[in-house]
């Protein structure tokens, strides 16, 4: 699970805990990394190309995000969480997601791509103030989802302000946690 708010107790952070605890229920093994706690020689990716030529998937910026993101190609399930920033996703969280450009090789000569991360489930975790520009903001996830012809789930929240304001909804934390159990239950049956 790759947590994307600079706010260690914040919405982000309990929809993040909710769902391990959901998953760690059923036995599952979760990773929390925070990904503004990662190391990182580049804000994003530099679309230098480099992964492209390589055989390996991994990308060439020796830093955190190069290890974390090596990370994805030994799990069954990626979850990616954020708060909502302009209708988007943090740039903590943003700048991690554009180097996933190097786990997928591309041929366009032959029109093909080739991804460790096809099969895999892929979950979208967000929080947001207003309850505006959610479909907006969770769009990318479910695109490269697609893309990538991975299992996609998803729980986005508006109405969540302050930190901690998230604990206050009704419902949210079953909704997370159950989330959680379902995505392990179904990725231990595949
Ligand atoms: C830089 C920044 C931009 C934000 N932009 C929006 C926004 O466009 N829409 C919205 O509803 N909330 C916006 N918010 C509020 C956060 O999405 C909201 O407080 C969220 O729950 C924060 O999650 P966190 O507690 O995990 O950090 C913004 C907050 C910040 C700091």
Not at 19 to 38: C, K, M, N, P, W
Not at 164 to 169: F, S, V, W
């Amino acid at each position: 699970m790759i947590s994307g708010s600079p706010r260690k107790d914040g919405n982000t952070a309990f929809l993040v805990e909710w769902f391990a605890e959901g998953a760690r229920s059923t036995g599952a093994q979760v990773d929390i990394v925070r990904a503004a706690d990662l190391e990182r020689k580049a804000a994003g990716c530099t679309s230098c190309r480099a992964c492209q030529k390589s055989a390996v998937y991994r990308c060439v910026i020796k830093d955190e995000v190069s290890d974390c993101l090596a990370r994805f190609q030994g799990v069954d399930v990626i979850v990616m969480a954020s708060p909502l920033y302009f209708y988007g996703a943090s740039s903590q969280l943003k700048g991690v997601m554009d180097r996933m450009f190097s786990l997928y090789k591309w041929d366009n000569a032959a029109g093909t791509m080739q991804t460790p991360l096809k099969g895999k489930a892929f979950v979208f975790l967000g929080s947001g103030y207003e309850d505006i520009g959610l479909d907006v903001f969770e769009r990318p996830f479910q695109l490269t989802a697609e893309y990538t012809k991975m299992t996609y789930a998803s729980l986005v929240v508006g109405n969540a302000g302050e930190s901690g304001d998230i604990i206050k909804l009704p419902g949210v934390r079953k909704q997370a946690c159950e989330l959680g159990a379902r995505i392990a239950r179904f990725v231990e049956s595949e």
